[in-house]
């Protein structure tokens, strides 16, 4: 794969239609699993016995409609191509299958692709797919639920942190400083937020989410960061709403934006600040 980039790339991106697959599983489960133990430990703590059936996990449990219960045959599992030859549809009890399978599969296979071409078959390419599929279940899990859980923005910041010290995209230093500022930043502009109108205008897993962000990409990040989650929010948001016929009252995640956003910022390596200077410099 290093003297052939394409063949490196192509495995790249069917090994990301496989992680996709499996992130679905993450997505769709994870907070309900979540949800679950929260209760099981609340009713512990009360003294209480009356144990829910614990719903279906990550890992073990194989897959199956969530309408008829249907355990779904390897042939079934294929991504993409089972989609496409079960129509979209349960092949049991004929229920629509949802869009969100074959399109986290697709997003997850082009991006593994991406990282591939931009880094190479290299140590960096197998840590920037660790990252994005994080991103991926991360910002997954927030547009179904709007809430983004410490079990995937933690270990992310965690990894980024230990991955800078051997330096491979930023320093110990910037990403040190990128995390605290990440955090620091949207945790002030929720505070201010708050100050002013009484109401929380955002969730603690986005303050964690910008700080992982700032680990793997540096503190010079930030800035570009806020600026593209703001814009491509924007953009996204006045669509889904007036799409929707919402107002805008209506609560909108904002983590799969920052998702984006650092994702963009991650691979490119572009600073906006610095592209204003310069070009504030020629004109």
């Known amino acids: 794969m290093l003297a052939n980039p394409g063949a490196a790339i192509t495995a790249a991106l069917v090994f990301g239609l496989l992680v996709g697959s499996f992130l679905n599983v993450v997505i769709l489960r994870l907070p309900a699993r979540l949800e679950w133990q929260w209760k099981q430990d609340a009713l512990e703590l009360l003294g209480q016995t009356a144990y829910e059936p614990a ?21 079934e599992n294929l991504p993409l191509v ?12 004929k229920t629509p299958i949802s869009w969100q399978y074959p ?23 197998f840590m920037a797919l660790v990252f994005t599929g994080v991103l991926i ?12 859980p410490d079990q995937l923005t933690l270990p992310l910041l965690w990894i ?10 930023v320093d110990p230093v910037s990403a040190i400083f990128g995390a605290a500022a990440g955090y620091l930043s949207l945790w002030l502009v929720y505070q201010g937020f708050k100050l002013a109108t009484g109401k929380e205008g955002m969730g603690f897993g986005d303050f964690k989410l910008l700080a992982a962000l700032g680990a793997w990409c540096g503190l010079k990040a930030i800035l570009s960061i806020l600026l593209i ?10 669509i889904f709403l007036l799409v929707r016929g919402k107002d805008r009252s209506t609560q909108l995640p904002f983590g799969p934006y920052l998702a984006i956003a650092g994702w963009i910022v991650f691979v490119s390596h572009v600073d906006l600040l610095d592209l204003y200077v310069r070009w504030t410099l020629r004109h």
Request: with cysteine; glycine share 10%.
């Open 160 to 169: 980024g942190l230990l991955v800078s010290t051997i330096t491979m995209y």
């Open 82 to 93: 089972s989609f496409l030859l079960l129509r979209g549809r349960c092949r049991a009890c």
């Open 137 to 148: 279940a991360a910002a997954g899990v927030d547009l179904r639920t709007t809430w983004l």
């Open 103 to 125: 399109l986290v599969e697709l997003m997850t296979g082009l991006l593994f692709a991406a990282c591939v071409w931009r880094f190479g078959a290299t140590n960096e390419a």
């Open 55 to 75: 719903p279906p996990g990550v890992v073990v449990e194989s897959s199956h409609c969530p309408k008829c219960g249907h355990k779904l045959a390897p042939w």
């Open 229 to 238: 989650s703001s814009l491509v929010g924007a953009i996204i948001g006045s």
